[in-house]
């Protein structure tokens, strides 16, 4: 559904910031993209969706090639920037104005998430605080039955109960025809809902690994002592003891907790990479 | 290309600055209004008046209409609107050519009819009112202004990214003075070739065909040791076709096919000044080539927009 070939990207040519990226990522799942500040993570959505070139090498979204943009595309891949713009005109007018460029709008979908949201119809839409505006545009997005949604921070800015909601209707709504790409640094917002774990360092893709393979090769606890934890890779250090990712040799079951191995990425690349190459 | 997704750019644009959009003509018919009032009502002031309006409030309005591409994160939105390049354009051209002039006029006119009911009902002016006609000869420089600054301001609009108007505004101002101050040197230094004293270019005219009255005179010496005085003989006046051997091309305007003017400066007393202007299929080929210059900035907008990134 969506193809890096060799893709070398950057604002200046001589500092790329994703580079040779070679990447496959298929309909029905939920990816979560992690990295650092300035990783390139929205480079990286922005290239799929069209709004920044490839110096080098090639994407492919659904067959397209999305620098063309063409108007097919375009209805099929929807991006939920972490900054929008939102216009001066109520829910309705919104949905009369932008709605009709998107064929497989469901306006039932997007009254129904908007309800469960509880974003309030009066008024106009730039009145709503940030947290509200971004309620509308996740309903917007969702309703539009883009194959491709790319989100961009979109827990950010949202309230607990609408956190929560968030995770629900998402995990609802996902088809298998649909790929979804959640860039984040709220990853315990959203541990329960990505199914494959995406780490974008030093220009490239250097984690791609569903969650269930990350958890068969490591297992993520609490332990009182470092020695009984096993081989750590990381740890944290807290009021009860230590929070580990270690070696998963016992095949324990565990939950993937989304920060400790991002952070665990971080500070022992070299023997991840390695553990989820073999 | 879509007539359904067309009208709903159409709307968008509207829904979205219907407000900008109202006070903004609300506040061009006050400024029209105090010109009209304050300034003696005559065809020709009106027609100033209107013109000038029309150019510099439509110049304003085709920039705002694409400038949602230049700010990053409305420039997001309207790069990801599901619509074609050439749609998101045409819909631009047509609210920038025949939207707004229609509505100028709808709203400016019965302005210009107030303020004329006010000089000659109230004040007992006696002044006509313009009907809206351009002057003779003026529609074409007026069309051709018209239709070449939108082009132009619309190409601009997506080329800067911040200030888009003010740049624009300095940008259009450079270019007609920098013609103007430049225009002749670039001729002269384009026709200097063909500029040879007491020789017609190839392919120009003389406009009007003048002629001189010229008489010859012709002195006859005596032979030497003769007493005799020489005699002038003159010859009976006679009409001449004078070539002209210094050309000035300072009568040329930048919107008006290369024209200049020619004399010849041996008539002292009255010097033959002689119109050249180009034969009526090079003037043609002129006026395309300005022409073209609209679709052509059409075109560079086109590919703007296309390869428009967020970088």
Known sequence: MIIFDNLTFGYKKAEPVLQDLNLELKQGHIYGLLGQNGAGKSS???NICGLLFA????????GQVPSKRNVSFLQQVFLLPEEFY???VNLAGYLNTYAPFYPAFDRDMFYRFAKEFEIPDTGNLQSLSHGEQKKVMISFALATNAKVLLMDEPTNGLDIPSKKQFRKIIAGCIRPDQTMIISTHQVRDLDSLIDHVLILKDKNIIVHEPVDRITEKLVF????TLNEAGEVIYSEGGLKGY??????????????DMEMFFNAVLSNKQQIVQLFNN | MSINRIWYLFKMQWVENRKLYVLGLLAMMGIEGLF????????????????????????IFTSTILSRFTDKRTALSALMLPASAFEKILVAIIYSLVIFPVVYTLLTYPVMFAAYYYHTEIKGDLAPLWNLSPSEGKILIVLMLYFMLQAFVMFCSTLFRRLAFVKTAVLVCAVLFGTVALND???????KNHLQPNVLPKGFIPNPPDYATQTNTKTIYPPKGSTQQPVTITSAPKKVLLPP??????????????????RNTEHINNPLVWQAVLPAWQQFIFALLFFMMVPFFWLLTWVKLREKTLI
């Not at chain 1, 606890?221 to 009182?224: C, Y």
């Not at chain 1, 929070?243 to 993937?256: D, G, H, I, Q």
């Not at chain 2, 027609?47 to 150019?55: A, D, H, R, S």
């Not at chain 2, 040197?185 to 026709?191: D, G, V």
């Open chain 1, 44 to 46: 990286l959505l922005y």
């Open chain 1, 55 to 62: 110096n080098k090498g090639q994407c492919h979204v659904l």
């Open chain 1, 86 to 88: 939102i216009p001066r």
């Open chain 1, 221 to 224: 606890k609490q332990a009182m």
């Open chain 1, 243 to 256: 929070a580990v990712v270690a070696l998963n040799k016992k095949e324990e079951p565990s939950r993937l």
């Open chain 2, 36 to 59: 009209y009032f304050t300034s003696s009502s005559s065809p020709n002031n009106q027609e100033m008046f209107f013109t000038i309006g029309l150019l510099l409030s439509s110049s």
């Open chain 2, 185 to 191: 040197k670039l001729q002269e230094q384009l026709y």
């Open chain 2, 245 to 262: 051997n210094n050309f000035n091309v300072t009568g040329s305007g930048i919107f008006m096919p290369v024209q200049f003017y020619a």
